[in-house]
Nanobody, 127 residues
């Protein structure tokens, strides 16, 4: 059974940084495309970033492009999201997601096709 466990969330001031981690188990991590999503109160879950199994390709939502960086360490079965220049509108629960069905990157890079989810970690950006 696949388990995705996020960590690294917390309270940060506007302009600050956080790094989220997602530890994966129960899957051949190096064979899975991975992604980050977020859900703010009263809003639908939205795609934040995605990365191919090898890490050679990444994609980002326009709202985080240039501020967030997705990466992975396949030796450690861990996914990361480095978040810089945080804004109050980045406040949300952040979820790690995996593609276990080998979906097309053409869809995954737009946030479509992920099928396994973590429990989420809260990120609050406030002064």
């Amino acid at each position: 059974q696949v388990q995705l466990v996020e960590s690294g969330g917390g309270l940060v001031q506007p302009g600050g940084s956080l790094r989220l981690s997602c530890a994966a188990s129960g899957t051949i991590f190096s064979g899975d495309a991975m992604g980050w999503f977020r859900q703010a109160p009263g809003k639908e879950r939205e795609f934040v970033a995605g990365i191919t199994p090898s890490g050679s390709s990444t994609s980002y939502a326009n709202s985080v492009q240039g501020r967030f960086t997705i990466s992975r360490d396949n030796a450690k079965n861990t996914l990361y999201l480095q978040m810089n220049s945080l804004k109050p509108e980045d406040t949300a629960i952040y979820y790690c997601a995996a593609d276990l069905r080998d979906s097309s990157w053409r869809s995954l890079k737009h946030g479509v096709g992920y099928d396994s989810w973590g429990q989420g970690t809260q990120v609050t950006v406030s002064s």
